[in-house]
């Protein structure tokens, strides 16, 4: 039996593809050189965050309040309340789980009713200014590990997961889970969770989790 289903924020929840990439467009700058630093291991992910926030603060200081409006016009995706609302009525527990940005991660889940998020932090000082770095909560290699910590903390086994995401970062953790759906329409990233749903709305997702927990 599930009991929890965790989503992937960017791109499932909300349309945008990563949340840092709305701010990076914001701020018009290019930070392919630190992510791809990232991915052959040449930083951490702390170092990652460090020089990625750096970048957005060429011009200046940066609010937080600047950053907020921002983020907060990611386009949610379609039947994405009553998509949670039914999921929960089904006693199934919902969260987030992203290496996006715990201010969009904070307002998704309010807006939806979920109800649990886990993202990474950005930090402020006491006068509202972005200081360069961030809390590390959801390193993007390693949301398998963190997702099994954030599992057994909550009593649960990650057989009693069902998991959401739409990127090549997802595998491990459709490797991991009860029950895992890849949101795409990438087949060669589908046929690594069982099931691959290719849908303009969070509608089918639902339609999905019910056939399959009914079983």
């Known amino acids: 039996m599930y009991r929890v289903i965790v989503f992937d924020m960017d791109g499932v929840l ?25 991915l052959e291991g040449r930083i951490t992910y702390r170092e990652f965050m460090f020089l990625d926030t750096l970048l957005w603060m060429r011009r200046g200081k940066v609010s937080e309040r600047e950053i907020t409006n921002v983020l907060l016009r990611a386009t949610v995706n379609k039947y994405a309340k009553e998509a949670i609302a039914e999921l929960k009525n089904l006693g199934l527990k919902t969260a ?19 109800d649990y998020y886990l993202a990474n932090e950005l930090v402020f ?15 993007l290699l390693d949301k398998e590990k963190i997702l099994s910590i954030w599992v057994k903390n909550r009593g649960l086994k990650m057989s009693e997961v069902i998991y959401v995401g739409d990127s090549v970062f997802d595998i491990p953790v459709f490797k991991k889970v009860g029950f895992s759906i890849a949101w795409t329409c990438n087949p060669s990233l589908g046929k690594n969770a069982t ?7 969070l509608k ?12």
């Open 195 to 201: 099931v691959c749903l290719c849908c303009d709305e």
């Open 125 to 139: 000082d006491k006068k509202g200014y972005l200081i360069p770095g961030g809390i590390v909560k959801v390193p």
């Open 204 to 215: 089918c997702l639902v339609d999905c989790v019910r056939k399959h927990f009914s079983l």
């Open 96 to 114: 987030i789980i992203t290496s996006g940005i715990s201010i969009l991660a904070k307002f998704i889940a309010e807006i939806l009713g979920i």
């Open 14 to 38: 909300v349309k945008e593809s990563s949340s840092w990439q709305i701010l990076h467009s914001h701020f018009n700058v290019n930070a392919m050189a630190n992510f791809k630093a990232y």
